[in-house]
């Protein structure tokens, strides 16, 4: 199995539950914007599956520019490096994003939902996933469009990682953007075993929510780690993390996942949190 974005959050999560699972893993090392060296190591690994995990995830990532090349002309030079191999692997799960919805009346969020994007990182992941769809008569692709995960080893500039930081802290105050949002808010081992079981079941050129149905406002989640940690945090509103595209409100239906791969274990936000909390304590 080639995973690529091996080091990135979800894939230092990913590749142990991939190891577990039986599979060998062989982490990207290549930039993919380095088309030569990509296709090198592509044809030195024959992978018979790939896990696309590398991009830049953060939405409010400086480098518009920056999106665009590693997002989707990255891909489309993986994609051309597989194409370049022997035999053709069995499965190349692509991972999208969820954002790519965009803001919607429709909830929760299905599938077969028309994509419209409201900013630069969401347009990127659906410009990738039409780029990619122009392969599917030479590659076996399918795409996750995974909702809000969390979990150990986020980037703080990530905005529950940044709040448990200042509730482990204790520290006074936080300054955040708009309040008024609801998100799920999922565990990354979630995420990571519904990867594992879609590479067994997902149909070719589809694409799956990864997701629980579960939303949780930004008031809750500072309220269920007040009660965690027994700490009272002042929120104040910061005008310069106000975004005026803010998506309000983003939870997907999961019954095409299930469908595929049946039920998947759940982990509970206080859960997460709680392990969140923990290792910020351990390290």
Do not use: W
């Not at 002309?73 to 994609?79: D, F, I």
């Amino acid at each position: 199995m080639l995973v690529t974005g091996a080091d990135g959050f979800t894939g230092q999560h990913f590749i142990p539950h991939a190891v577990e699972a039986g599979y060998t893993v062989h982490s990207l090392k290549s930039d993919l914007t380095n088309p030569s060296n990509l296709k090198s190591e592509v044809l030195a690994a024959k992978p018979e599956l790939v896990v696309h995990l590398a991009a830049i995830s953060f939405v409010g990532h400086a480098d518009v520019g920056e999106l665009y090349n590693v997002n989707v002309v990255g891909t489309t030079n993986l994609l051309d490096a597989l194409c370049a191999l022997p035999n053709t692997p069995k499965k190349v799960l692509i991972a999208s994003s969820a954002n790519v919805y965009g803001n919607t009346e429709s909830s929760p969020i299905e599938e077969s939902l028309a994509p419209s994007p409201v900013n630069h990182y969401a347009t990127s992941k659906l410009a990738m996933e039409c780029m990619a769809r122009t392969y599917l008569d030479r590659l076996p692709i399918f795409f996750t469009r995974p909702f809000n995960y969390i979990g150990v080893g986020q980037a703080e500039s990530f905005l529950i990682p940044k709040i448990v930081k200042h509730f482990k802290e204790g520290l006074p105050f936080i300054e955040l953007g708009n309040l008024d949002v609801e998100r799920e808010f999922n565990d990354v081992r979630f995420v990571c075993d519904a990867y594992i079981k879609l590479l067994n079941s997902a149909l070719v050129g589809e694409s799956y929510n990864i997701c629980s149905g579960k939303p949780y406002s930004l008031t809750s989640v500072l309220d269920l780690l007040a009660e965690i940690t027994s700490h009272s945090l002042e929120v104040r509103v910061n005008p310069a993390f106000v975004r005026s595209n803010e998506i309000k409100r983003l939870f997907g239906n999961p019954d095409k996942l299930h469908e595929v791969v049946g039920e998947i274990h759940q982990y509970t936000l206080r859960e997460t949190l709680q392990l969140l909390l923990s290792h910020r304590q351990a390290s």
